[in-house]
């Protein structure tokens, strides 16, 4: 069963809170980049699931109201910040890397931050699913039900069931 995720990210005044730039990717290919909240909006309509880079911590505390308007929860957000690290323990750091960027006070591109979110995320369901049985238990008996996690083993859709000791 395909679920339909829309890679997310927006760029946000922090001074002031305000959202000043819009960017996602859908499955299918098509693309938004806006400043429109109404057009992001329309954009999200259809989506079961989002999913970007510090999702949960950041960008979904400024769209809390776009949320619930296209009626998702918190269990269909998918954030790959927190699982990168457990995925690919080896990489120095998680933070998405912005080649495009020429200058530091240059505004990011909410549009190319969602591709590199897209990226990683399939790159994190691959690296899961090549994991042995065992691994990918404890990780889903330990984190499926904590929030910054729920998100990424709804849409995979994996589940097991048992205690943590078991497996080891």
Known sequence: MTR????????????????????GLKGNGSTFHSKSSEAFVSFLADSEFLCGHNLI?????????????IGLSVKQLVDTLNISPLLFPRKPYHALLKDEKLQVDELNNPLSDAIKAKDLFYDEVLAFHGHDETLKRIYYLLLHDQTDFTGFFQYIGYQTEGDVARCL
């Open 57 to 69: 911590k950041h960008d979904s505390k400024y769209m809390t109201d776009i949320i619930d308007r």
């Open 4 to 23: 339909s995720i829309t890679f997310i990210d927006l760029e946000v005044q922090i001074d002031s809170g305000t959202v000043v730039d819009y960017g």
